[in-house]
C-alpha cells in the first residue's frame, strides 16, 4: 500500500509539473499578463497536453525511477521524454492550427518542465542523503582515500553510512583534478603528496581506491604511504566489484600481492574452450596450491568432468567442499592415490577416461628435500611423472602439461635436479607418443603457495619477529597462482609436443625487499620488527634462472610465454636404466646425488652463488 501510494505521488506530481510548465510557459511568455484572447487558448490545452505528456512518461519509463537514487541515467530519461512530448505538442499545434499557442511557450514549457522535474528528484535526493548521512562528517577516524575516479566517488558516498570513517582529502595524479572538490570533499594533489598531508592532517590511514588502476601505480601509492608510517587500507579488485561478488566499502589491509601484481592475462578463450569445455580434465595434486588454481580456472571453461588426483585426504576433501559450493555445475570425482602407484593410476585413468591431463602433484620444498629426503623427492618428482605420462599414454591422452620450475634450471639442489629429469622423461616419451602431446610449463615462485616465503613471514610478523631472510641479496622471480595457472593453461593449448614454456616472470624482486614491505604494510617498523639473515640453506641459491646454458628460445604468439629447447634427453637404453634406478631400494643422500649429477649433467650438488 505504501508503495502504492508513493507511486501515485510521484505520477501526480510529475502530472501536475507538466501543467504547470505550460501554464508558467504563457506567463513568462506574456510578460507575467496574459491576454484574454490566449487564456482560453492555455486551458484548453492543458486537457490535452497533460494526457499526452502522461503518455510519453509511462511508455519512457520515467516513473519507475526512485528519487532517492537518482541519477545522470534518469535525468536523459526524463530530457528523452520531455522532448519527445514537446514534439508531439509541437506536432498537434502545427497539425490543427492552434493560433492561440505562441511558439516560445512550446520552447519554455520543456525547459521548464526538465527544471521542475530533475531539480525535484535530486533535491530530494540530496535531502534524503543528508538525513542519512548528514553528520558522519563531523565523525569518525580522519583519511585519505589514493585516487579521484569512479571507484573513489563510489567509495565516498558508501563510506558516509558508516560512523567509522571521515574522508578529509582525495588524492590524484591527474591534475586537472587539483583544487576540485567531489561530493564535497577536495581533491588535495597528487599521489606523491600522501606523506604532507598525512603529516599535516594527523592521519593513521589512507584507502588505495584505485582498484583498475596499473600494478604499478598501485605499489607506488601503497609504498608511499606505508614509508610514512600509515596503515594501507584497499578496496576490492575490479572484477569482484564488477561481478557484484563484493561491495566497494568491503575495505581490507593492502597484502604483498596487491604490490606485486601485474597486469592482467589475456588468454585464448576460444583456443581454451575447444580445449576444455565438454572434455574430461584429471589433475594430480588438484589439492595443492597450484593443483586447486589450475582447477577452478579449468572450471571456468565448463569441462564435463573434472577428477582430482590427490594423495593427501585432508587437500582432497578441501578441494571437494569448495567445489560443492562455488562450482556446482560442474561435475566432478576425487581419488585419492600416489602418482608412483601404476595401479591407482590406471584404474582412475579407465574408470574417467581424461582427455587432458594437468600434471601438479610434486615435492618442491628445497630445504626439506635436499638431504634426508633427497631419495623420496627424485622418486615423487621423476617416478610419479614417469607413471602418470605413462597412463596417460595408455589411456589416448590428448594433453599431458607438467608444472615444472625455474630451479630446474642449472639446479644445485635436489628438487630442482629431479624436476629437470622429469623434464627429460616429458621430452623422451614424446619421441614414442604419437596420441599424447608432452607440454612442460616452468616458473618461478608463487605467492601464498604452500611452503613458500610469504606465509612464513606473516607468521614471523605475527609474533613479533624477527623475520629471517638467508642472504641480503638473495632474488626470486613471483607470479601471483591465478597468473600462473592461466599461464599454464595457455601453454597446454599451444603445446604441440615436447616443448618447454618459460613463463615471463617479470622482474626478479630481492627477498629482504619483500620482507620490508611486509613489516611496514603490517603496520611496523624495522626498528619493531628485525630482520635477521641467516645464511643461505643446503642446495639454496642467490638467484634462479629460467633458462639453462646453451638452451635457445623462441617467441610464441602469447607475449608472455617462450619456449626453450633443451638438448638434453634420454635414449631408450638410458631410460630403461633410469628406470631401473627408480625402482631400487632406497639409498642415501649421497647415492642419490651422485646418481643426479650423472643423469644432469649441468645439475652441480654443491654449488652455491
Not at 565516498?156 to 578529509?168: F, G
Request: hydrophobic share 50%.
Amino acid at each position: 500500500m505504501r508503495l502504492f501510494l508513493r507511486n501515485v505521488v510521484i505520477v501526480a506530481y510529475d502530472l501536475a509539473a507538466a501543467a504547470l510548465a505550460w501554464v508558467l510557459a504563457y506567463w513568462l511568455r506574456f510578460n507575467l499578463d496574459i491576454p484574454s484572447s490566449y487564456f482560453h487558448g492555455m486551458l484548453s490545452g492543458l486537457a490535452w497536453v497533460a494526457p499526452l505528456h502522461a503518455g510519453v512518461f509511462l511508455s519512457l519509463g520515467v516513473f519507475r525511477g526512485m528519487w532517492r537514487y537518482v541519477s545522470v541515467k534518469d535525468l536523459q530519461r526524463i530530457v528523452l521524454a520531455v522532448v519527445l512530448a514537446a514534439a508531439l505538442v509541437g506536432a498537434g499545434v502545427f497539425m490543427f492550427q492552434l493560433a492561440d499557442v505562441p511558439r516560445s511557450v512550446l520552447i519554455l514549457q520543456p525547459l521548464l518542465l526538465v527544471m521542475a522535474m530533475g531539480g525535484a528528484r535530486f533535491a530530494y535526493r540530496a535531502w534524503h542523503e543528508h538525513q542519512l548521512y548528514g553528520s558522519v562528517h563531523l565523525e569518525g577516524e580522519p583519511v585519505l582515500i589514493l585516487g579521484a575516479g569512479d571507484a573513489a566517488v563510489m567509495l565516498l558516498r558508501e563510506l558516509k553510512r558508516s560512523e567509522e570513517w571521515r574522508v578529509v582529502g582525495l588524492l590524484d595524479d591527474e591534475a586537472g583534478k587539483h583544487g576540485r572538490s567531489i561530493d564535497g570533499v577536495p581533491v588535495l594533489g597528487g599521489l606523491g603528496d600522501v606523506a604532507d598531508h598525512a603529516a599535516r592532517l594527523q592521519l593513521k590511514h589512507v584507502i588505495i581506491a584505485m582498484p583498475s588502476a596499473s600494478a604499478g601505480v598501485r605499489r607506488r601509492a601503497a609504498e608511499s604511504a606505508a614509508a610514512a608510517g600509515l596503515m594501507v587500507l584497499t578496496v576490492p579488485a575490479i572484477d569482484d566489484l564488477l561481478s557484484d561478488r563484493v561491495s566497494i566499502s568491503q575495505l581490507r589491509k593492502v597484502e604483498l600481492e596487491d604490490l606485486l601484481g601485474r597486469e592482467p592475462i589475456r588468454l585464448d578463450d576460444d583456443g581454451l574452450q575447444h580445449l576444455l569445455t565438454g572434455r574430461r580434465v584429471l589433475v594430480t595434486g588438484a589439492g595443492g596450491s597450484i593443483g586447486s588454481e589450475l582447477c577452478r580456472q579449468v572450471a571456468r571453461y565448463a569441462p564435463s568432468q573434472l577428477v582430482f588426483f590427490e594423495q593427501s585426504e585432508f587437500a582432497l576433501y578441501n578441494v571437494e567442499q569448495e567445489f560443492v559450493a562455488q562450482f556446482p555445475d560442474i561435475r566432478i570425482a576425487c581419488v585419492v592415490g600416489d602418482v608412483k602407484d601404476e595401479a591407482c593410476l590406471a584404474a582412475a585413468f579407465a574408470m574417467h577416461r581424461p582427455e587432458v591431463v594437468f600434471h601438479a602433484a610434486a615435492y618442491k620444498h628445497v630445504p626439506l628435500m635436499e638431504n634426508e629426503n633427497a631419495w623420496a623427492a627424485v622418486r615423487n618428482n621423476v617416478l610419479g611423472t614417469w607413471c602418470v605420462a605413462r597412463a596417460a599414454m595408455a589411456a589416448g591422452v590428448e594433453k599431458f602439461v607438467m608444472v615444472s620450475t625455474d630451479k630446474a634450471v642449472n639446479p644445485t639442489n635436489v628438487m630442482g635436479a629431479s624436476k629437470r629429469l622429469a623434464e627429460m622423461v616429458c621430452q623422451t616419451l614424446q619421441a614414442d607418443s604419437r596420441d599424447t602431446h608432452f607440454v612442460t610449463v616452468r616458473f618461478g615462485n608463487v605467492l601464498g603457495s604452500s611452503g613458500s616465503v610469504i606465509p612464513r613471514f606473516r607468521e614471523q610478523i605475527a609474533r613479533g619477529g624477527p623475520v629471517t631472510v638467508t642472504h641480503p641479496d638473495i632474488i626470486r622471480y613471483f607470479m601471483l597462482i591465478p597468473e600462473a595457472a592461466q599461464l599454464v593453461l595457455q601453454a597446454g593449448l599451444m603445446g604441440q609436443g615436447g616443448e618447454i614454456f618459460v613463463l615471463d616472470m617479470g622482474e626478479p624482486v630481492r627477498i629482504v625487499d619483500l620482507a620490508r614491505d611486509m613489516i611496514r604494510l603490517s603496520g611496523y617498523t624495522e626498528e619493531e620488527i628485525r630482520i635477521v639473515f641467516t645464511g643461505l640453506r643446503p642446495g639454496e641459491k642467490l638467484y634462479e634462472e629460467l633458462l639453462a646454458d646453451g638452451e635457445q628460445t623462441l617467441p610464441t604468439p602469447h607475449p608472455k610465454l617462450r619456449i626453450a629447447r633443451a638438448q638434453a634427453a634420454f635414449s631408450a637404453a638410458g631410460l630403461e636404466e633410469l628406470r631401473t634406478w627408480l625402482e631400487a631400494a632406497p639409498m642415501d643422500q649421497r647415492a642419490v646425488k651422485r646418481q643426479l649429477a650423472r643423469l644432469v649433467p649441468e645439475y652441480q650438488p654443491n654449488g652455491s652463488d
